[in-house]
């Protein structure tokens, strides 16, 4: 479909981001003037973590122990409390921030007068605002000044959540991140969730102490501090937490609340140091209709599948039924809009080993075992020993032995390095499932059984389906693009920089696909990649052709890229997203996330007295809440009928055009999960980036025309361009 003009008729949308009026630098200086008005002489401190890995290696006769970059926090916090004469109780409730390569945290130093506290804020702009946005967090809900440098606990954080029993054995919190662009004036205002659980030897009043903090429209927030003694870390990811839940006793448990909340805090402490800033907001200006790459062309391999059983269970038909009887097993399996896509196989069969050598003509996914989340399948040992003496490893770990010929792995890792880390260009079609027969076998026709499973298995099968087209075995669909934009060859490039231990150099990946535009859809005719163990060899070759792979003054090809580029023109496009890239947030109608509810609480109070449970937040246009989630009109535009979930919101932002993708047919009330936007930009062939009148270029309307919205099942990765799915599949599978 054709991009519409919405003719300023774009609801106003709040993004979790603080936009100064200032640069970096002043809003640092007025922050830093504003604490010293409170006869508060701060500055921030750094600490070179070399110093740590050195002792830790004298210490253990000169390598380093496993467990060291996790306990790399508890060596930060001992020196800082040396230096400022802590306690190991206030030692365990500093402040400070971590990277690979430092640290740094507020602190005093000897003769320090205004003059000079100004001079060093000068220096470190970004890290005396990141370091008081956590600090004045910490403060807002502490009940003395002991608790200035209080943190969570076992890292450098600030952790909220909702007030949890005393006696609580494992917290689930948010650690908030508060990230700047510099560049931009921007701060982004985000957290990385985070599970804890409790010893048992641990006392429960001192372990974990929430403090109360005013939210607005009287409801409050915790802000909660951890004894790192005391707790665990669990991995967040057995846990995770939901995005957006209309449900109103789950409400202020979600993303969606923390997120507000960290972005009217941060612009509440700007507004009390007089720093001139403002939440950014989307506005969407244009949108594509129906513009999604359907599913149902894409549901069905056209080559055998062979299901390899890569562990000791033993490989039943029962466990082979789901993928043979694919519709009755997933019987909703649904589009982007809604509708049904029954994903058919060709052929099913099940093999007790893998083959020595994959055939080039088959389809392969392996069943590699069940492992706890976290945790991997890969094993790895050496030939003498054998796989009885397995350990698991990281795939890097496990690539390199394996390249240096005197190791062995488990079966998928083997043939996954040989046949495509190894390899100069796509080969083989294989997926690993970390799961086993048994599991299989418990899957019941329905929705019914591990849902988690059934998702891992649609996955599965779907990427197995794009590894066809990037084999060339079939063309990706592309129903709702223009007849002028199917024509000509695309080149697409992905890149991936692996950090190693061991003193081992960062491996430098990338993938280059090229690709034709045709009457029926998108053709894949070359692959290219770097091997694993000639990567940098492969990696200069590749910024010999295409320089801007590694930037000016850059020692090594930058990782996450990908590019669309116009062989013919030499203009490409990228496009970003991550955690530098905000999220909407909520309707900017409302002056913060508290006065959005308290504006329907009337409402449900009435249905309630009425009899009603109501339960449930609207999501109706009439409140529209979390627009283009909702609805993506302003209240004077409003439309009946409007289809949520079915189209792409674009902003023209000049220098770039920020893209927003739905959840696949609009919000669920009882849980759903936040989407992310894509900003796009254009580069010309001298290497500038184009301004202005961007939707009007070949390139971006065809990225626009390949995005995906349910097709690639779940996650973020669902709402990428079909384009950039393909180079990373051909560049790590």
Excluded at 25 to 50: C, T
Excluded at 208 to 214: D, K
Excluded at 362 to 374: A, C, Q, R, S
Aim: hydrophobic share 40%; charged share 25%.
């Amino acid at each position: 479909m054709p991009i519409r003009n919405l003719e300023s008729s774009g609801a106003v949308a709040r993004l979790n981001s603080v936009r100064l009026d200032v640069n970096i630098e002043e809003a640092a200086v007025q922050l830093a003037r504003w604490e010293a008005s409170r006869d508060s002489l701060i500055v921030p401190v750094s600490i070179d973590l070399r110093q740590f890995a050195e002792m830790a290696k004298a210490a253990g006769g000169g390598e380093l122990a496993p467990d060291f970059y996790k306990d790399r926090a508890r060596y930060v916090r001992q020196h800082i409390a040396g230096e400022l004469g802590l306690d190991e109780y206030a030692a365990s409730r500093l402040t400070f921030t971590m990277t690979k390569s430092d640290a740094w945290y507020l602190g005093p130093k000897p003769k320090l007068n205004r003059e000079s506290m100004i001079a060093a804020v000068r220096a470190h702009p970004e890290k005396f605002v990141e370091l008081m946005l956590q600090r004045e967090l910490l403060e807002a809900a502490a009940y003395d000044s002991e608790q200035t440098f209080v943190t969570g606990g076992f890292g450098p954080g600030v952790y909220l959540g909702s007030l949890p029993k005393a006696d609580a054995r494992r917290l689930y919190l948010a650690e908030a991140k508060f990230r700047i662009r510099s560049k931009y004036q921007q701060i982004v205002c985000d957290f990385i969730a985070k599970a804890f659980t409790r010893k048992k030897a641990s006392k429960g009043n001192t372990s974990a102490e929430t403090l109360v903090a005013e939210a607005g429209n009287g409801f409050l927030f915790g802000v909660t501090r951890i004894v790192p003694s005391q707790f665990f870390e669990e991995d967040a990811r057995k846990y995770p937490m939901t995005g957006i839940s209309l449900d109103s006793g789950k409400f202020r448990q979600t993303r969606l609340y923390y997120l507000n909340i960290l972005t009217e805090f941060a612009l509440s402490l700007f507004d009390r140091a007089s720093v001139r800033a403002s939440a950014e907001t989307f506005v969407a200006t244009h949108c594509v209709d129906d513009g999604y790459i359907p599913l149902e062309p894409l549901a069905e391999l056209k080559r055998p599948l062979i299901v390899v059983n890569a562990t000791e269970q033993q490989l039943t038909e029962e466990a082979l039924a789901p993928l043979k009887r694919i519709p009755e097993f997933f019987p909703k399996w649904t589009s982007s809009i809604g509708e049904r896509a029954h994903f058919t196989a060709r052929s099913v069969t099940g093999v007790a080993a893998a083959p020595a050598q994959l055939s080039k003509e088959k389809n392969y996914l392996f069943l590699n075992g069940e492992v706890e989340l976290g945790e991997t399948s890969i094993r790895l040992a050496s030939k003498a020993d054998g796989l009885t003496q397995a350990k698991a490893a990281t795939a890097s770990a496990a690539y390199n032995k394996l390249a240096e010929g005197d190791s062995v792995a488990d079966a998928y890792t083997e043939r996954k390095f040989a046949q495509l880390m190894e390899q100069e260009t796509y080969v083989v079609a294989m997926q690993g499932l970390d799961y086993g027969p048994v599991s299989l076998e418990k899957l019941l026709p329905g929705r019914s059984g591990d849902v988690t499973l059934q998702e891992a298995l649609k996955r599965c099968l779907v990427e197995l389906s794009l590894k066809e087209c990037l084999l060339g075995q079939k063309l990706v669909p592309t129903p709702s693009m223009p007849e002028e934009l199917r024509s000509g060859h695309l080149t697409l490039l992905a890149t991936r920089r692996i950090f190693q231990q061991g003193g081992r150099k960062a491996k430098q990946l990338v993938a280059c696909v090229g690709v034709e535009l045709t009457a029926d859809g998108i053709a894949v005719r070359s692959t290219e990649r770097s091997p694993w163990s000639r990567d940098t060899a492969a990696a200069l070759d590749f910024v010999d052709r295409f320089p801007f792979l590694q930037p000016d003054g850059k020692q090594m090809i930058e990782d996450g890229q990908f590019w669309l580029v116009d062989p013919t023109t030499g203009e490409r496009l990228t496009a970003w997203w991550g955690e530098f890239v905000p999220r909407i947030i909520l309707n900017s109608t409302y002056p913060s996330i508290e006065s959005a509810l308290a504006a329907q609480e009337p409402g449900l109070q009435r249905r309630r007295e009425a009899g009603e449970t109501a339960r449930y937040y609207s999501k109706g246009r009439d409140f529209n809440m979390l627009p283009y989630y909702m609805s993506m009109y302003s209240p004077d535009h409003q439309v009946r009928g409007e289809k949520t979930g079915t189209k792409i919101a674009l902003q023209d932002c000049g220098g770039f055009v920020r893209t927003f993708v739905p959840p696949a047919g609009g919000i669920v009330g009882t849980g759903d999960t936040l989407s992310g936007m894509r900003d796009v930009m254009v580069y010309g062939g001298d290497g500038k980036p184009k301004e202005g009148d961007l939707l009007d270029h070949r390139l971006v309307q065809v990225y626009l025309h390949t995005l995906t919205n349910g097709v690639l099942v779940a996650g973020d990765n669902s709402k990428m361009s079909i384009l950039e799915k393909l180079v990373r599949l051909a560049l790590e599978n």
